[in-house]
């Protein structure tokens, strides 16, 4: 089994920027990817961000082309994902998953380990 621990979300203001990490533990692989989803009060869960562990498939959902940034540091079996221009519709909870597959896709069910999440607050 993988552990995902997530960390770095926080309050800010409207245009700030916020890092989220999560830390990946146990029965990790090297043809694994990662992916970043939020969910917000009253919504469903939705796909932001993923890489595959090589860093060759990189995807973002189109809400968050050119402010966010997902990345891998394999040496640390950690992914980040650099949070910037926030706006107050990105606030959520954030939850990193991993997907057995080398190539992420963008689809919940593809993901079968979820950290606990944790809450971004953007304020306006």
């Known amino acids: 089994q993988v552990q995902l621990v997530e960390s770095g979300g926080g309050l800010v203001q409207t245009g700030g920027s916020l890092r989220l990490s999560c830390a990946a533990s146990?029965?990790?692989?090297?043809?694994?990817?990662v992916a970043w989803f939020r969910q917000a009060p009253g919504k469903e869960r939705e796909f932001v961000a993923a890489?595959?562990?090589?860093?060759?498939?990189?995807y973002y959902a189109d809400s968050v082309k050119g402010r966010f940034t997902i990345s891998s540091d394999n040496a640390e079996n950690t992914v980040y994902l650099q949070m910037n221009i926030l706006k107050p519709e990105d606030t959520a909870m954030y939850y990193c998953?991993?997907?057995?597959?080398?190539?992420?896709?963008?689809?919940?069910?593809?993901?079968?380990?979820w950290g606990q999440g944790t809450q971004v607050t953007v304020s306006s």
């Open positions: 998953a991993t997907n057995p597959r080398a190539v992420p896709g963008k689809g919940r069910a593809e993901y079968t380990a």
């Open positions: 146990g029965r990790t692989r090297a043809s694994y990817s």
């Open positions: 890489i595959s562990w090589s860093g060759a498939n990189i």
